[in-house]
């Protein structure tokens, strides 16, 4: 009899826990401390995390290594053999489970965007404050929203978990780059250096932010990048308009027509092959596109648009295309400075985004043989006066290494099941086949031998890059209980 008892409690505490969700786990844990969580990420975001202060840098890792292993997890600095110590380590943790089927990689970056106090409404970046906006609290300050959100919802996430006494079923790592707002310049380098330490079977890329109707969002892609800088030449110094105009060719008009003779009236690309290899999207991303908020209108009143490319397709279908931008264009002088001249040369930066099925090489590739097909002679390095002479047209064609695209099948089983994890706690989320813009998920597949999938949980209007950068607080409360349903999935 005596040893009913104790059992009899032991059985109903695990009933207990066994009832206890994690979404249930992180309101339970976060409710009664706000005020004291406030705090600790205050105090996270009070150390300095840009580029240019690889010190601070290394506090802000130091600091979150000391945070994964208050919470029994394993941590270690990570970096790669030959690089100098300047280099913003890896932070890496784990907690293994045993018995686990898989193993769950959490990614995000602790460093910031470089910081012009000046402009800030404080003065002080690194000085958190709280500010009421539209009624609710928001909290201000450089990489409160992109991306040390992400990381003190994890660690609260995983706090939140442990005082639940909820079991966790999957091994769990996290990995936190200190190099993200600098290009990612040794992510690749550090991971496959430390191969064994990183794999997992999917990584969650916790870095953006949602939705601007502020659902929770998962993106299962990033298109690629490739640049194409184009210059032209006319006569080797600038001319007399009027003593040469009508003879001397002009390359800014030369470098106007080629470009011009890219794109249709409707941002349609004209260059041969252009669209040609794209990976088609499968009947869940169509679908998922097709119930996905369509916020044009909203946004061409935001942005003072009278008019949008794409002959009426939405923002969300254009940008699974491939993309041609020129990003600047210059040749002679405007404005005050402008002189009546004939200008020797006009460049072109052209940026394009690429999509899945067109690697970077391939797209520059067609750019250039379109040059080609309207007579220029092309060089990659800098004409030499022979050349000029030889030529009638002459292209100098400067082309990046780029960035493939990448993306994850949406009805992929590991897909599938953060999906279910998400809805569980937060309701009905938005699927985005792909993001615009791009980020190095394709490196990080590669060197982690894993699939990737983008878990924003920050707010659309953070100030992200900008000054008085900030988190809306409700964002927090929300991206913790969604850490705490991954790191508790099986
Ligand atoms: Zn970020």
């Not at 929770?216 to 110094?237: C, E, K, S």
């Not at 400067?398 to 099941?417: F, H, K, V, Y």
């Amino acid at each position: 009899m005596r040893n009913v008892l104790p059992m009899l409690a032991v059985a109903s505490s695990l009933a207990l826990a066994a009832q206890t969700t994690p979404p249930q786990a992180a309101r339970t844990y976060t409710t009664p401390r706000q005020a004291e969580l406030i705090q600790q990420f205050q105090d996270f975001l009070a150390i300095p995390n840009v580029a240019a202060d690889p010190a601070s840098l290394r506090r802000n890792a130091d600091f979150l290594a000391a945070q994964l292993q208050q919470r029994g997890a394993e941590a270690k600095l990570l970096t790669a053999p030959s690089l100098p110590a300047t280099v913003p380590p890896v932070v890496f943790g784990e907690i293994k489970t045993p018995g686990a089927k898989r193993t769950i990689v959490f990614y995000a970056h602790y460093d910031g965007q470089p910081v012009t106090p000046s402009e800030w409404d404080t003065g002080k970046p690194f000085t958190p404050i709280i500010k009421q906006v539209d009624g609710e609290p928001r909290i201000y300050a450089r990489g409160a929203g992109d991306d040390k959100a992400a990381i003190f919802a994890q660690l609260t996430a995983l706090s939140a978990l442990q005082a639940a006494h909820i079991p966790l079923q999957a091994n769990i790592r996290f990995v936190w780059e200190g190099e993200e707002e600098a290009g990612s310049t040794h992510l690749e380098q550090i991971l496959t250096a430390n191969r064994d330490l990183i794999h997992g079977d999917v990584w969650l890329v916790c870095d953006g932010p949602v939705d601007q109707t502020r659902r929770q969002t998962l993106i299962f892609g990033a298109r690629g990048d490739a640049h194409v800088q184009i210059t032209v030449y006319g006569p080797n110094r600038s001319l007399h308009s009027g003593h040469y105009g009508n003879w001397a060719p002009n390359p800014a008009m030369m470098l106007v027509q080629l470009l011009a003779g890219m794109k249709d009236a409707d941002g349609h690309v004209l260059i041969p092959h252009f669209y040609d290899g794209i990976v088609p999207l499968g009947p869940t991303e169509k679908q998922a596109l097709a119930t996905a908020p369509v916020n044009d209108d909203m946004l061409r009143q935001e942005l003072a648009l009278g008019h949008t490319d794409g002959g009426g397709k939405h923002l969300l279908e254009l940008i699974n295309q491939p993309s041609l931008n020129i990003n600047g264009i210059s040749s002679g002088q405007t404005g005050a400075h402008s002189t009546n001249s004939i200008p020797p040369t006009a460049t072109a930066n052209l940026d394009l985004r690429l999509v899945v099925g067109i690697d970077p090489k391939t797209q520059q590739q067609r750019v250039i043989d379109y040059i080609r097909a309207q007579g220029y002679f092309i060089t990659t390095t800098p004409p030499t006066r022979d050349e000029l002479l030889a030529h009638a047209k002459v292209a100098y064609i400067q082309a990046d290494p780029g960035e493939p695209a990448s993306r994850t099948p949406i009805d992929l089983p590991i897909a599938t099941d953060v999906i279910k994890a998400i809805e569980s706690a937060r309701g009905k989320v938005i699927l985005l086949p792909t993001s615009g813009g791009t980020v190095p998920l394709d490196a990080m597949e590669r060197a982690a031998n894993t699939r990737t999938i983008s878990v924003p949980i920050a707010n659309h209007d953070d100030n992200q890059h900008a000054a008085n950068e900030n988190l809306r607080l409700q964002n927090l409360w929300d991206g913790i209980e969604t850490m705490a349903v991954l790191i508790a999935m099986p």
